[in-house]
């Protein structure tokens, strides 16, 4: 199973510096990180002899107003990966799913998380090409029915498409009166901030968001994601999370990050200029792409493969997604980054049979 981002590898196969690799395959905020996120981890350099605080107080305190909810209800992990693994275990056994449903396609850690928790019965709600990969929520909640915990990226990787809030909600109340915990992975929501649900989870404990500081605000190598859920859920997992997950550096940029408002405004600036690029110069090419609000695109072509390769030999890397449910070798993921980078992705491109 691989990820995109992995930069390290066609650097060592090319032979080249890793600054030397453009990567296309993360999805990660086109202006990288803040100034005063870099400033705040170069200033708490000096802490690094001390441990980390185990309990995140200062980020949580900072998460609890920036999501409005209570900091009680926020565990935060070494990205959300590190809390999608505890949630599939639910070690107390009479939490422990039986049944569990993801999307096909959808992010891959889901399905590996409840393997490796021993849920052997896990059901796949597949979307259809046919209608762009859209979510189908009456659809969805059918195939929630016997379930004990389901899995909901919103909006979805690698597809881009998403669910408003309240048809996210209508899914949380159909979850509730089943009885099965619904975890809405909102890792690029903060592209889509009026769709989320998070202070939601007040008024159900059926329903716990997981959130992350690595698509928005760049921060993909510090690892920051936080779950939020039912103070029951928060002591439950608590007890079970390996101690000091989150580090210092991670810990002091979470919280300069929430608070930099000019870096917020600056990348929907960016991201509308550089979106419009994008489009214009994929429909120029004529490959096709799916529609997407946020900061990537899904792309489908005869070509793909061959272009894949032809890019990633130029020291480019582009997402390969035929080892998502559901698509194969036509099916790429770019993301939207910088115009300097975006204008030599489409250079490399040119020419194609």
Not at 95 to 103: D, E, T
Not at 155 to 172: F, G, I, W
Not at 198 to 223: C, D, H, Q
Not at 313 to 339: E, N
Request: with cysteine.
């Amino acid at each position: 199973m691989q990820h995109g981002g992995d930069i390290y590898g066609l650097a060592g196969s090319l032979k080249v510096a890793e600054r030397k690799i453009v990567d296309f395959s993360a999805s990660i905020n086109p202006l990288g990180i803040s100034k005063k996120v870099r400033a705040e981890i170069r200033t708490y350099l000096k802490y690094l002899p001390n441990y980390p605080d185990p309990q995140c107080r200062r980020l949580r305190r900072h998460l609890s107003i920036a999501l409005g909810v209570g900091a009680d209800n926020i565990l935060c992990g070494n990205g959300s990966t590190e809390l999608i693994y505890l949630l599939a275990k639910l070690p107390d056994i009479s939490l422990r799913p039986r049944r569990a449903l993801v999307l096909g396609p959808t992010f891959m850690e889901y399905e590996r998380a409840l393997a490796v928790s021993g849920v052997s019965d896990v059901r796949v709600f597949q979307l259809q090409e046919s209608v762009g990969f859209r979510i189908d929520v009456d659809a969805l909640k059918t195939a929630m029915v016997g379930c004990d915990l389901a899995f909901l990226c919103n909006p979805n990787s690698p597809t881009a498409q998403h669910l408003t809030r309240v048809e996210v909600l209508d899914v949380a109340d159909c979850a509730r009166e089943q009885q099965c915990l619904l975890v809405v992975d909102e890792a690029f929501i903060d592209f889509l901030p009026q769709e989320s649900v998070v202070a939601e989870v007040v008024n159900n404990p059926w329903l716990i968001v997981l959130r992350s500081m690595t698509k928005f605000y760049g921060l993909s190598g510090l690892r920051l994601g936080m779950a939020v859920m039912d103070v029951k859920y928060v002591e439950l997992l608590q007890r079970y999370k390996e101690p000091w997950s989150v580090n210092t550096l991670a810990q002091r940029a979470g919280v300069t990050a929430l608070n930099d408002k000019a870096y917020v405004k600056q990348t929907f600036e960016v991201l509308r200029q550089e979106k419009r690029y994008v489009e214009g110069q994929l429909t120029k090419k004529g490959i096709h792409f799916y529609p997407s609000a946020i900061n990537f695109y899904l792309l489908k072509d005869d070509r793909a493969a061959m272009l894949y390769e032809k890019l990633r030999a130029k020291g480019i890397l582009l997402r390969d997604c035929s080892g998502y449910r559901g698509l194969d070798s036509r099916f790429l993921r770019i993301a939207v980054k910088a115009h300097r980078e975006n204008t030599i992705l489409y250079k490399a491109m040119s020419p194609l049979p």
